[in-house]
């Protein structure tokens, strides 16, 4: 089992940044992909980021050069900076981690607002 902790979501103006982060506990050896995700009410759960063992980074189109994520194998964290943030932005963000045995972890999400 494995177990996900977000946290850092808030309220932020426009061309704001915030950065989340992921920490994870349990079994996580095995982790081998760690993503961000992001899901507005009545939509589809997007990915955002994701992060694999060997293979490194990868991001939507709408965050690109916006977005960063990384990982902290020593604190078992995942983040995702976030800078120049936009309204569109709005969501919960949730965290993603997958085995090499292919079972899947979800966090328990996070709220990023972005607003005036």
């Known amino acids: 089992q494995v177990q996900l902790v977000e946290s850092g979501g808030g309220l932020v103006q426009p061309g704001g940044s915030l950065r989340l982060s992921c920490a994870a506990s349990g079994s996580i050896a095995s982790l081998n992909f760690m993503g961000w995700y992001r899901q507005a009410p009545g939509k589809e759960r997007d990915l955002v980021a994701s992060i694999i063992a060997g293979s490194g980074t990868a991001y939507a189109d709408s965050v690109k050069g916006r977005f960063t994520i990384s990982r902290d194998n020593a604190k078992n964290t995942v983040y995702l900076q976030m800078n120049s943030l936009k309204p569109e932005d709005t969501d919960v963000y949730y965290c993603?981690?997958?085995?090499?045995?292919?079972?899947?972890?979800w966090g328990q999400g996070t709220q990023v607002t972005v607003s005036s």
């Open positions: 993603r981690a997958t085995t090499v045995q292919r079972q899947t972890y």
